[in-house]
């Protein structure tokens, strides 16, 4: 069936590291989205890319949709112990209707003081 | 600002034994979406709702059927409980201007 990994699963960086972290769908999307999702928390949307290549940016969080829209990338600048938590992409299938969205795999990033 | 409620919060129940979890979206938002997330998992959708029309399915288990009703609240029924479904289950709204999903706080169902 339809697929959406990300890697890696676990990330461990100091503070002030950079972060990145990659979603890669089997299917082409016709948007991506990301979330992010606090420990014991429910997931708050980010943002969406919807064009081939789009690039946006939030503060210090880059968002990448690739050419191919099947994947797509998530870089953090600087890492805070704020931005801990697990990262998901959440793609929508260009083959299945428009209400329906396949969460990543997740990535859990950890940042140590 | 107002945010998607879930009602209840947790709930516990015995196997083969039937639950009903409510959502309420945020106001005039017109799509509703429901997800299971494991532990350490992913949500994983389950069915999505826009206008009060069934729009998409996904991994829902005949034993689940879900609805949303004229105020645009929406409803998940589980029949049939079994252990495995011992998740948290998120309800998410969307308004007619896009297609961010804005999560509810989940209901965290225990099956013993």
């Known amino acids: 069936g339809q697929q959406v990994m990300q890697i890696p699963q676990y990330q461990h960086v100091q503070e002030g590291e950079d972060f990145t972290t990659y979603c890669n769908s089997s299917?082409?999307?016709?948007?991506i989205q990301w979330y992010k999702q606090r420990p014991g928390g429910h997931p708050v949307f980010l943002i969406q890319?919807?064009?081939?290549?789009e690039v946006k940016k939030q503060k210090r969080l880059t968002f990448q949709f690739g050419e191919a829209k099947k994947n797509s990338s998530l870089h953090i600048t600087a890492t805070q112990t704020t931005d801990v938590g697990t990262y998901f992409c959440?793609?929508?299938?260009?083959?299945?209707?428009?209400?329906?969205?396949?969460f990543g795999t997740g990535t859990r990033l950890k940042v140590l003081a | 600002a107002a945010g998607v409620i879930q009602s209840p919060r947790h709930l516990i129940k015995e196997k083969r034994e039937t639950a009903t979890l409510k959502c309420y979206p945020i106001p005039r938002h017109d799509t509703v979406y429901w997800y299971q997330q494991g532990p350490g998992q992913d949500p994983q959708f389950l069915i999505s709702?826009?206008?009060?029309?069934?729009?998409d399915k996904g991994s829902i288990p005949d034993r689940f059927s879900a609805q949303q009703f004229s105020d645009y609240h929406s409803e998940l029924n589980m029949s049939s409980l079994e252990l495995g479904d011992s998740a948290l289950y998120f309800c998410?709204?969307?308004?007619?201007?896009?297609?961010?999903?804005?999560f509810g706080p989940g209901t965290r169902l225990t099956v013993t």
């Open positions: 890319l919807v064009k081939s290549g």
């Open positions: 299917t082409t999307l016709s948007n």
């Open positions: 998410a709204s969307s308004p007619p201007t896009g297609e961010e999903q804005y």
């Open positions: 709702f826009y206008e009060k029309m069934q729009s």
């Open positions: 959440a793609g929508a299938p260009v083959t299945s209707g428009t209400y329906k969205y396949i």
